[in-house]
């Protein structure tokens, strides 16, 4: 099992609807969560991080379910400037592992 | 804001020659890594660094080593360069519990 999974898509979406994705990750002692974006043949740049309260940030919310092992991230109203890969990000540090986990992210492609 | 900088964005080099790929980062960090990004197999980690001269391997050092002789630097070093090296290699600082951030990226081709 990965650990942490993504769906890769793509998601189709037209431009101004609502697109969530999910992520599940494995160790259960995870602390730090996060959304990073990647754009075609750029580097991943951090998006937000994810709390366990839950956040938002303009159009974008975060959610933690720590109990299933899951964060999610939510696009309202898309753009065209969304598309882009998503990726889910959680630390492994009671593993001694200092590199954060990658996922191998989801494919957003926003439609005019 | 973040400063983490690869010495080059395109790079070509025969199979056989040494290579050398530089990381410098501008926060002080005492953590960087090294990753490969090849397409449907996601970010690689490749070694990472959490003090001057300290390295640890990651989940795939084979055919590469690394050096950081100062806490601002590190290098990735392909010892003898093959095709299967052709990938684009990120250096990110960071990590732990807190975000990583990454350079531009260097997009390595190997003949």
């Known amino acids: 099992r990965k650990e942490v999974e993504q769906d890769p898509g793509p998601f189709n979406v037209p431009e101004g609807a609502t697109v969530a994705f999910n992520c599940t990750y494995s160790?259960?002692?995870?602390?730090?969560f996060f959304w990073y974006r990647q754009d075609c043949r750029k580097e991943p740049k951090l998006l937000m991080s994810?709390?366990?309260s839950g956040n938002e940030d303009g159009r974008f919310t975060a959610q933690l379910n720590r109990a299933s092992q899951y964060i999610s991230l939510l696009i309202r109203d898309s753009k065209l400037s969304d598309s882009a890969t998503y990726l889910c990000?959680?630390?492994?540090?009671?593993?001694?592992?200092?590199?954060?986990?990658f996922g191998s992210g989801t494919r957003l492609q926003v439609q005019p | 804001d973040v400063k983490v900088t690869q010495s080059s964005r395109y790079l070509v080099k025969r199979t056989g020659e040494k290579v050398f790929l530089e990381c410098v980062q501008d926060m002080d960090h005492e953590n960087m890594f090294w990753y490969r990004q090849d397409p449907g197999l996601g970010l690689r980690l490749i070694y990472f660094s959490y003090d001057v001269k300290m390295k640890e391997k990651g989940d795939i050092p084979e055919g590469y080593s690394v050096s950081r002789e100062k806490k601002e630097r590190f290098s990735l070093i392909l010892e003898s360069a093959s095709t299967n090296q052709t990938s684009m290699y990120l250096c990110a600082i960071g990590g732990g519990d807190q975000p990583q951030h990454f350079g531009d990226g260097t997009r390595l081709s190997i003949l």
């Open positions: 160790n259960s002692a995870s602390q730090s």
């Open positions: 994810v709390y366990s």
């Open positions: 990000v959680v630390n492994m540090w009671d593993t001694g592992r200092r590199a954060l986990t």
